[in-house]
């Protein structure tokens, strides 16, 4: 303070040049501001080094690792620097705490959208959607630890990489519909090619797995308990490798052989399979309830439940969504997912998204009053236009695809 003070008499002396220190404590201010924001945006994704190999590590823990649009930026020069650097082999993610992530940050989105601050959810959506495509083209190996919660873009920032290892502690699940959403970041990709119908059981129920049932499914690769997780990431480190081939049997050798139980997915697929391919969401309800007659198991039950609990209007788009996700690129999904999202945001057919995250993350009553109430009221005008063109000024989502070509 006294260095202040002692700065602030001395421009006094030279009356022609005052406003030069409010301007240059103005600067100072700035320049401090800006490494705040650096400092935090570093902080939201740690980097950790490896002998031949980077780790980017989610890091807002109180939040679930919900992701930011900072995150999404960061995340993005981060792989794109490592992919460049011929010392590194390989690339991992984890997430602190006790989630991978739990997807994007809606929270901040819903003020943003009461704030009307749209370019800001935009950029959201677009930072993103443009890393998941980065991961989904990467040309080096990469192994997501799914130790914990993994929901929503927390899906997406994993399972178009390489490898994703599945621990006893991982919860899976696209709960998108019960906030009025759609499932996203990728979501319509890579349900929609899963085993027979289980995509649209995954995405019009949010229903949750575990991390044996992921591996089942080909949603993960691997398998480890999460207390050997540790001794897994000492012996990776040694690895000087950026054959797939190599990392893939390290994992195998490293990992847990597990089964599933009884209470298993894979013991419903044909089940699922016969209600969730009919063509519309009633229909899906009619064979669900028919289902639930017939056997009365506590799955059917439990899936009815939630699609009644759900947005009527993301249901119907959410269904829509994982049917063309089937025959579309990576980058055609992402595309679509994008002009979804910006039409759910605009709020021109339903408030339901802010409605959905009023009722179960912010006031948490559970008691959203969905707009329109029921599928009868939803008409095929409403959803087809989640999936018309943007407005003739609203650029569409742009990804390098004459530059990085998808593998899967």
């Known amino acids: 303070m006294q260095s202040l003070k002692l700065q602030s008499l001395a421009w006094r002396s030279r009356p022609s040049l005052r406003f030069l220190p409010h301007h240059r404590r103005l600067s100072a201010s700035v320049a401090a501001a800006t490494a705040i924001q650096d400092d935090n945006l570093q902080n939201q994704v740690l980097v950790e080094g490896k002998a031949s190999a980077r780790a980017a590590i989610l890091n807002r823990p109180n939040s679930l690792n919900a992701l930011t649009s900072n995150m999404g930026i960061r995340l993005k020069k981060l792989y794109e620097s490592w992919e460049d650097n011929a010392d590194i082999g390989f690339v991992m993610m984890k997430g602190s705490g006790r989630a991978f992530s739990a997807g994007g940050d809606v929270i901040s989105l819903y003020h943003l959208i ?51 290892i599945a621990t006893d502690k991982t919860v899976f699940s696209t709960p998108e519909i019960h906030i009025g959403f759609h499932p996203d970041a990728a979501a319509s990709f890579y349900l929609s090619h899963l085993t027979g119908y289980v995509g649209e059981y995954l995405a019009l129920t949010g229903e949750k797995i575990n ?55 894979v013991h419903r697929l044909e089940a699922i399979d016969r209600c969730f391919s009919r063509e519309t969401v009633e229909e899906i309800i009619d064979a669900l309830e028919e289902e639930a007659a017939r056997s009365n198991q506590d799955w059917c039950h439990r899936a009815l439940k939630k699609l009644k609990e759900a947005s009527p209007l993301s249901l119907k788009v959410s269904l829509r969504s994982i049917r063309e996700g089937r025959y579309q690129t990576l980058d055609e999904c992402l595309i679509r997912e994008y002009r979804m999202s910006l039409h759910v945001i605009s709020k021109e057919v339903s408030p ?25 009221h939803v008409s095929d005008d409403m959803v087809d236009h989640y999936f018309s063109p943007l407005g003739e000024f609203e650029p569409e989502l742009k990804l390098p695809t004459h530059l990085r070509e998808a593998f899967i």
């Open 352 to 376: 339901d998204f802010c409605e959905g995250i009023r009722a179960r993350l912010v006031e948490k009553d559970i008691e959203p009053k969905w707009d329109p109430p029921t599928l009868k």
């Open 211 to 265: 991390g044996v049932d992921m591996l089942a499914l080909g949603l993960a690769t691997h398998y480890s308990m999460s207390a050997r997780l540790s001794w897994i990431d000492e012996r990776l480190a040694k690895l000087v490798t950026d054959d797939p081939s190599v990392l893939d049997s390290s994992l195998a050798q490293y990992g847990d052989v597990v089964y599933p139980d009884k209470q298993s997915i």
């Open 114 to 164: 009461n704030q009307g601050k749209f370019e800001e959810c935009k950029d959201l959506f677009r930072n993103i959607y443009s890393f998941i495509y980065t991961l989904g083209t990467y040309l080096k190996p990469h192994v997501a630890v799914l130790d914990g919660i993994t929901m929503g873009g927390g899906g997406g920032i994993s399972v178009p990489g390489t490898f994703r």
